[in-house]
């Protein structure tokens, strides 16, 4: 049922010999995009070659048992043939994994735009507390985390915040995040100790490269003015802050927390391509994916994907059905959100094997 797979083998093997002269030509997108499909194919070729191995060793046990009339020998090779097909179920079963179609997304870095919604003031310090839940994952599996942009509330949240998250592995694991993550809890500014419900939104954007957006210069506005803090008042005596605004949709990219002009330009214009990447990619579904639905949603109460609830030191993942009573841990970005997480991956990969 694999043998389609010996094509794969051709290519792989075609890169391999090829890469030395992908490399030497100097085109860093053909250089890319062939280490992305070698190591794309690289465990499926393992795994076939292993699967051709095994089922090699099957045949010669088989041919020596037939021949061999020592009854113990035949037990020996018996008692071989039944190891050789147990590792063969186990090498299926792992193809039949690594067959599963491979998000194009994988491998790269993360925009994570976390916004307080719903809420108020309250909505705005869950955004904050939500971002540090991400940059205390991060530190934990050896992510990098960079600040791209911010807008600071009164009391000390974020009316929005954007990360950028630097990990082999942080695409695979930040996409399950998108969406409204609502809290009920008692918000500082309740004298008379009444739990709230309030959400703040969290998209989840691969990181585009300059080779997979190419904007025109002519299609941008670019604005400077200088950056202001909660409630409005200037933190900055010079232009610093600049505001991109792309003509043909209209979108608009503002980055303020850098001193330098340049650096914020650079900054937005990072936000920019990712956000157009995903915008491109949308048109080109036919339907749109419930994932891809997830993180347009309107941020309300209702329409929410997990729900952290203090008084009961509870956190649900309403699409899993998952609930811990570990929320501190979860918040401070600990192992028990890794536990959620799994169970998010464990259930779409059950769905794609039963598609496929």
């Not at 389609?4 to 051709?10: S, W, Y």
């Not at 070659?49 to 021949?67: G, K, N, T, W």
């Not at 993180?295 to 649900?316: H, P």
Request: aromatic share 4%; charged share 35%.
């Amino acid at each position: 049922m694999f043998e389609h797979l010996a094509d794969q083998v051709v290519e792989f093997e075609d890169i391999e010999t090829r890469l030395p002269d992908i490399y030497s030509a100097g085109d860093q997108e053909a250089a890319r995009d062939a280490n992305r499909r070698y190591a794309e194919l690289k465990p499926l070729v393992d795994a076939y070659r292993d699967l051709v191995r095994v089922e090699r060793e099957i045949i010669d046990a088989s041919e020596l048992l037939d021949q061999e009339e020592d009854s113990e020998m035949r037990e020996f090779f018996a008692t071989e043939i039944r190891e050789k097909e147990t590792d063969r179920a186990d090498i299926e079963s792992l193809l039949r994994e690594l067959l599963i179609p491979r998000d194009p997304d994988d491998g790269r870095n993360v925009i994570l735009e976390i916004r307080g919604t719903e809420g108020g003031e309250e909505s705005n310090l869950w955004a904050g507390s939500l971002a540090e839940m991400y940059q205390g994952l991060a530190k934990r599996r050896g992510w990098k985390t960079e600040v791209l942009s911010s807008q600071a509330s009164d009391m000390g949240g974020f009316r929005e915040i954007t990360l950028v998250v630097k990990g082999s592995d942080a695409w695979a694991r930040l996409k399950y995040e998108a969406g409204p993550h609502r809290v009920q809890r008692v918000p500082v500014t309740e004298s008379q100790g009444r739990v709230h419900t309030s959400a703040a939104t969290v998209s989840v954007l691969p990181e585009a490269e300059e080779v997979d957006i190419n904007i025109d210069p002519n299609d941008l506005e670019i604005d400077v003015f200088r950056s202001s803090g909660p409630g409005g008042q200037s933190v900055n005596t010079t232009d610093s802050a600049v505001r991109i605004t792309y003509l043909p949709t209209g979108l608009v990219v503002t980055c303020q927390d850098e001193k330098s002009q340049l650096q914020n330009k650079d900054k937005a214009l990072r936000i920019l391509r990712s956000r157009l990447l995903e915008e491109e990619r949308l048109r080109k579904e036919s339907e749109m994916s419930s994932a891809r639905r997830a993180q347009i949603k309107s941020g309300g109460r209702s329409d929410k994907i997990r729900t952290y609830n203090f008084k009961e030191n509870r956190v649900t993942d309403h699409r899993v059905g998952v609930t811990l009573h570990a929320l501190e841990q979860v918040l401070a970005g600990e192992s028990q959100l890794d536990e959620i997480v799994d169970a998010l991956v464990a259930a779409e990969r059950a769905e794609q094997l039963g598609e496929s």
